[in-house]
């Protein structure tokens, strides 16, 4: 199939930083779908990426709200291997950012998953469990893991494809492709 196959170039990305940066070892990308969107609005601002957790607190495949048992849908590879997180790209916005900044984004992103690998976020004390007490210090600290997995060395034609703008790698590979997945959904287990 012709054109750039964005998800896979990116999901290797991930797996070479989970293999390099040891604070994102306990991560197993073949149980993460890694996934593009289109974002609605072309532009600098508004959502890069997204994680979404296949499980809920503590990995727990079921969660009980107002009396009622809810379950999520499973995703599936291509192996049949279940995956427990759904990370997503929106496109063309993500590719048109600065290096540091894709590179941070995607660390921001898995540094999300949670330290026990069970489906579930990484949890922090207070109000604010996804960031912790400020979104600035999680940021900061996802730019320094991504400063680390550079100076790691990894392989320049690995991550070359994120010096480019999404227009200039539709120019390079005529068309950019890749997985798609649908918004998980909670799914109500038991009985009305």
């Not at 995956?83 to 992103?109: C, M």
Request: charged share 30%; hydrophobic share 40%; aromatic share 10%.
């Amino acid at each position: 199939m012709n054109g750039f196959d964005f998800t896979t170039a990116v999901a290797a990305v991930c797996r070479d930083m989970t293999r390099r940066v040891p604070e994102l070892g306990h991560i197993d990308m073949d149980r993460v779908a890694v996934g593009f969107c289109q974002a609605r609005k072309r532009g600098k601002y508004g959502v890069q990426a997204t994680l979404t957790p296949m499980r809920f607190e503590r990995g727990a495949e079921t969660k009980r709200v107002r009396g009622r048992t809810y379950g999520c849908s499973r995703l599936f590879d291509a192996q049949g291997r279940e995956q427990l997180y759904l990370l997503n790209f929106y496109l063309p916005r993500f590719q048109d950012g600065p290096l540091e900044e894709k590179l941070t984004t995607v660390v921001h992103e898995l540094w999300h998953i949670s330290a026990e690998f069970d489906g579930d976020l990484r949890r922090h004390a207070g109000r604010c469990y996804a960031h912790g007490s400020s979104q600035k210090k999680f940021d900061e600290h996802a730019a320094r893991l991504a400063r680390e997995w550079l100076a790691a060395d990894p392989p320049p034609g690995l991550w070359a494809f994120l010096e480019l703008s999404f227009d200039d790698l539709v120019a390079e590979h005529g068309t950019v492709r890749g997985a798609r997945y649908r918004a998980p959904k909670l799914v109500r287990l038991d009985a009305a």
